[in-house]
């Protein structure tokens, strides 16, 4: 699938010296996945277990007036009916929002079920307890709720109008204003002297995040203790401990999150949702264990939405095409509530509007609202995207009005290799950078200037099959986060991460990460550090995670943080446990610890080659603890939480080459180049197969996904037959390559790439797709660009015979 | 995505399944591949009380030509058909359509007589028969009968077969002149936004997703009899078709993309 043309991966200045890390490794997890032995939260058994099936609203914004189980509860196998008042007194409070991004922010009550009103098609009313999941949902059919519909809001600028006020305790539809503007007449005075001035209006999509897996929880509590164990198909046990614990007032010390094996989150399940809080509400009313798995149909409707946001980005710059200002004006859809961390997601984006140019005025405001839709939350990029989207697009509009060519306009505008670390407009400091090369591989790799040739040709001879070349360059920020800087931002959590490292008797080792992987292949990345700085097999190195008993620290796994906040945690845990093991090697050859080298799992004397003890020597002498130092502890075990001092920022371009058949409107992607830099690389096959997942991702919201809404606030788009998410069919060969310029902000010099590809990939393929449209006059096309969309836009502009 | 309570019969012949049918009524459906039927109920838009699985009965699959005539029994699964070499030397427009429905996993389950007696307007291979002039044989408590697969077909998801029989066999011309399907849609697996199918040489042209029938173009036929270039015929492919609309297409863009795709397939088809 993949040229790999580069097989350099780790700077020559990094840490890794044990001849492991870089390495293309086949990934521990695969065996299990791939033969059906993993277990996800659907095949656990549990005896006797209740399933619960929700009683949704078919209604986009209703009252409801009655709700009549009297049917549902004479059906074979049901138990009881809940309405949204019956359990009201099960919650402690309504369900967390962690990101209060401002004092004023509106944050109407969220309750995990609908009392009195339902606020978007999808949101529970009722929720029916039965032995079997089968009955279960037989039983949601004889549950008789009477509706009074109400106006529902779906468009975003209608929503800020305020014509018609979803939560009426809010008294508007505007949940909150953010603004981040250091310098406004810096940014006035660049507009006003401004050459060029280039305004462009962006509008992103609702994207459903289809993870294979589809949501799934089941409590299981020991009513005499006061013990439940909550399992969940969650990127986040431990957070959602905490806030289980706070919603429900239960004792936090009491409740106990594990996450089996989980097929994909992509953001969607970094969330507190309400059904993991009624199966545990149920769980202690019924004194027993109940459970529920998501339907594909609820996935759509009721799992958090991603993008959904409407922006307006204005560059100024003077008459080279030399940026002197980024304005940027953000219109984004909360959807019906605010789910844990949505609020913050345009703060993800909102510093990096000026992409990876350097540009001394800055301005960023964001509005965001209320419709009668589902929720919106993180989904992968979250925030970053939308930003590189605006700024990439807008980059090419520029060019034009300069008159010159994409490439040209951002080399004459990436921030020089020699301001790093730089000093961002928006208050950032970036960590490491080189961008120029990024550039000048990718045009190599889909040959450039051979394709502009082919495109002028296929124009002159008047082909209905134009070609589109677009480029996309792209910094983010990642590695979320320093827990300071969070507090700045207003978010309800530290961006620590925790890790163990444990060397058993054997010389075996365990790793306790608080990192949660769900597709990532942490146990093949970490056990490749460790194994690397120990010098022993990595699969003598075992990872566990996911279960907040044998974790009980974590911030789990979002933001492209695993490997840089995790990972290095790890790292500082393992050199830690080294730091133990050589004093008490040198107590076992009676040397001073600072004349002992550790290399390839042996220490010994610098300049005695002969006198050496191994590390399974010593980890045996530390359990044993029969000759230990003078009030050393036994075992070798050390634990690190690390708060890293600043995020990373990976970067680099992305060039597409489409098709566009003018007749029918299709467009397709002929070439693909990636040319990233993630720093230092653990598992380049992990971070090529982060890329392929990721990019592909970014291409279906140019080209596929949309969650079509009608005018009621109706999914159109609520199965994988109508939510377009592309197959292995309409992937192409990718042609991968990469640059390492490592991180500074940690010790392994790493930054994040499971976000890149996402971020890059959408704005490469719409300035491709507009790049080929360009003679026609069109300058945009709203995503995804469906040929019907490419079409018309062609017959709009007067082309194309019919 | 819990389909409701179903009993459920398997039968070993098409007898037995006719004789099913008519015991339970309007009560009943009849499961084959299940490709379409089963994501029905999973959905719960349908509710048969009682499922007749035919899918195990004798003598129901398999290719043969004899002569003029292609026979194949309502169990043959698009695989099957796909991967015949008889078929690809008797029928290859058949056996092509049959490669590009839904995904292998799809193919490999559903059967034609399935698709067919579906009726979905959106499949490729009911387009196909009516494109191919084929027939269709059905069994019913009275015997059996064979249907002009232009009759076949009477709305959306509605065809002539009677509640109590069953499709038992589909017979197909050799055809082996210029043909050409061209199926238009966002991913592989999906069902054509529009389809165009040209079978001998432009004798029969049929669409997908034009209309709430598959439907012959048979002002395009006409043309091309009356001596019209592929292209010119072309233009007329979507005169008073009312297709539908969906999030994909609305009806001019599909009546547009009628016009494009016919024309593309005449070309292919050397018509």
């Excluded at chain 1, 990436?414 to 950032?428: M, N, Q, R």
Aim: aromatic fraction near 6%.
């Amino acid at each position: 699938m993949t040229d790999t043309l580069d097989t350099r991966t780790l700077d020559e200045a990094s840490p890794f010296t044990g001849g492991i890390v870089g390495q293309a490794r086949l990934r521990k997890e695969d065996p299990a996945l791939l033969t059906g032995e993993s277990r996800f939260i659907d095949d656990l058994v549990l005896p006797g277990a209740l399933w619960i099936a929700c009683v949704r609203s078919p209604h986009a914004h209703a009252r409801i007036t009655s709700i009549d189980s009297s049917a549902a509860l004479a059906a074979d196998g049901v138990v009881a009916v809940y309405s949204g008042a019956d359990l009201e007194g099960d919650w402690a409070g309504p369900l967390p929002c962690a990101w209060p991004v401002t004092d004023d922010m509106k944050n109407p009550a969220h309750l995990p079920v609908a009392v009195g009103k339902a606020n978007y098609a999808g949101d529970i009313v009722a929720v029916v307890v039965a032995s079997s999941r089968y009955a279960a949902a037989d039983g949601v059919e004889g549950v008789v709720v009477d509706y009074e519909p109400l106006e529902a809001v779906v468009d975003i600028e209608d929503a800020a109008s305020d014509r018609v006020v979803i939560h009426e305790d809010c008294g508007t539809n505007v949940s909150y204003d953010w603004a981040l503007v250091p310098d406004p007449d810096a940014v006035d005075a660049a507009f006003a002297d401004a050459v060029h001035h280039v305004t462009e209006t962006y509008v992103h999509q609702r994207l459903i995040p289809a993870p294979m897996e589809p949501r799934g929880v089941a409590a299981v509590p020991s009513p005499h203790n006061g013990d439940m164990v909550l399992y969940s198909s969650t990127q986040i046990p431990h957070v959602l401990k905490v806030m289980a614990a706070l919603t429900l007032g239960m004792p936090e010390q009491k409740l106990r999150v594990i996450a089996p094996s989980v097929g994909g989150g992509f953001g969607c399940k970094l969330n507190v949702y309400a059904e993991e809080l009624i199966c545990m509400a149920l769980a202690n009313r019924h004194g027993g264990a109940v459970r529920w798995t998501e339907s594909r149909t609820e996935a759509a409707t009721s799992t958090i939405q991603g993008r959904a946001q409407r922006q307006t980005i204005e560059l100024a710059a003077d008459a080279d095409g030399k940026l002197t200002a980024v304005r940027a004006t953000l219109l984004a859809d909360m959807g019906a509530y605010l789910q844990l961390v949505a609020p913050g997601v345009p703060l993800l984006g909102a510093f990096l509007y000026h992409g990876l140019y350097d540009v001394p005025a800055y301005a960023f405001t964001c509005r965001s609202v209320f419709t009668n839709l589902t929720p919106t939350d993180a989904y992968r990029g979250a925030g970053r995207p939308e930003a590189t989207y605006a700024i990439e697009r807008a980059m090419d509009a520029l060019a034009i009005a300069v008159g010159v060519g994409p490439d040209e306009i951002r080399s004459r505008n990436f921030i020089p290799t020699e301001k790093f670390p730089y000093d961002s407009p928006a208050g950032l400091i970036f960590d490491s950078g080189n961008y120029q090369p990024t550039l000048d591989r990718a045009k190599e790799l889909v040959d450039w200037d051979g394709r502009r040739a082919e495109q002028a040709e296929r124009r002159a001879a008047g082909s209905t099959t134009q070609l589109g070349l677009g480029i996309s360059s792209y910094v983010e920020m990642c590695g979320l986060a320093p827990s300071r800087t969070l507090a700045a931002l207003n978010y309800g959590a530290g961006g620590w991460e925790s890790a163990t490292v444990r060397i058993l008797p054997t010389c075996k080792v365990q790793v306790v990460t608080g990192s949660t992987p769900h597709g990532q292949g942490h146990e093949t990345s970490w056990s490749m550090i460790v194994a690397d700085q120990l010098g022993v097999d990595p699969d003598d190195v075992e990872v566990l995670h996911s279960d907040t008993a044998i974790s009980p620290l974590g911030m789990d796994t979002y933001g492209s943080r695993s490997l840089s906040v995790g990972g290095t945690a790890l790292w500082m845990a393992t050199e830690k446990v080294i730091d133990k093991a050589r004093t008490i090697a040198a107590h076992m050859m009676e040397a001073s610890a600072e004349d002992l080298e550790f290399s390839g799992g042996v220490f010994s004397v610098k300049g005695s080659p002969d006198r050496e003890v191994p590390l399974a020597g010593v980890a045996f002498g530390a359990f044993t603890a029969h000759d230990l130092p003078d009030g050393m502890e036994p075992n070798l075990e050390a634990q690190v939480t690390w708060d890293p001092g600043n995020f990373v920022f990976p970067f680099g371009t992305h060039i597409a080459v489409v098709e566009v058949d003018e007749e029918t409107g299709a467009v397709e992607l002929v070439d693909y180049a990636a040319v990233d830099d993630c720093g230092n690389q653990i598992n380049p096959m992990i971070v090529e197969g982060q890329l392929h997942g990721g990019i592909v991702q970014g291409v279906a919201q140019a080209l596929w996904e949309e969650a079509i809404y009608d005018e009621d606030g109706q999914l159109r788009a609520a199965n994988l037959a109508d939510y377009l998410v592309p197959s292995a069919a309409e992937c192409i060969d990718m042609k991968l390559d990469h640059t390492v310029t490592p991180s500074t902000s940690n010790p392994m010099g790493v930054k994040g790439i499971g976000e890149a590809g996402t971020i890059a990939s959408t704005p490469a393929v719409m300035n491709a797709v507009v790049d080929a449209l360009r003679p026609h006059g069109i300058t945009d096309i709203v995503m995804p660009a469906s040929p019907m969309r490419v079409r018309r836009a062609i017959e709009m502009a007067g082309g194309g015979a019919s | 995505m819990i389909p409701a309570a179903v009993d459920y019969l398997r039968v070993e012949s098409a007898e037995a399944a006719v004789a099913a049918l008519g015991e339970h009524g309007d009560e009943a459906k009849l499961l084959a591949g299940g490709q379409s039927l089963i994501p029905l109920m999973r959905l719960r838009l349908a509710t048969p009380t009682v499922l007749v699985d035919v899918g195990r009965a004798t003598g129901l699959s398999g290719i043969s030509v004899g002569g003029d005539t292609v026979s194949i029994g309502a169990l043959t699964t698009h695989s099957s058909l796909e991967h015949s070499a008889e078929l690809a030397a008797a029928c290859p427009l058949l056996a092509h359509v049959a490669s590009v429905v839904g995904d292998p996993a799809v193919r490999h389950r559903g059967t034609l007589g399935g698709s067919l007696a579906h009726a979905d307007p959106a499949s490729d291979l009911p387009a196909a028969v009516l494109a191919l002039g084929g027939t269709l044989v059905v069994s019913g408590p009275g015997g059996s009968r064979e249907i002009a697969a232009t009759d076949f077909f009477t709305g959306f998801l509605e065809s002539d077969l009677a509640a109590d029989e069953v499709l038992t066999e589909v017979r197909v011309p050799v055809s082996t002149g210029g043909w050409s399907y061209q199926k238009f849609n966002r991913r592989a697996q999906d069902w054509a936004i529009v389809g165009a199918m040209v079978a001998e040489g432009g004798a029969g042209v049929a669409l997908v997703n034009m209309a709430s029938t598959p439907i012959r173009a048979s002002s395009v036929e006409a043309a091309l009899a009356g001596g019209a270039s592929a292209a010119d015929a072309a233009a007329g492919a979507a005169d008073s078709t009312e297709p539908p609309t969906d999030n994909q297409a609305d009806g001019p863009y599909r009546q547009h993309l009628a016009r494009v795709l016919t024309r593309r397939a005449l070309e292919a088809a050397g018509a």
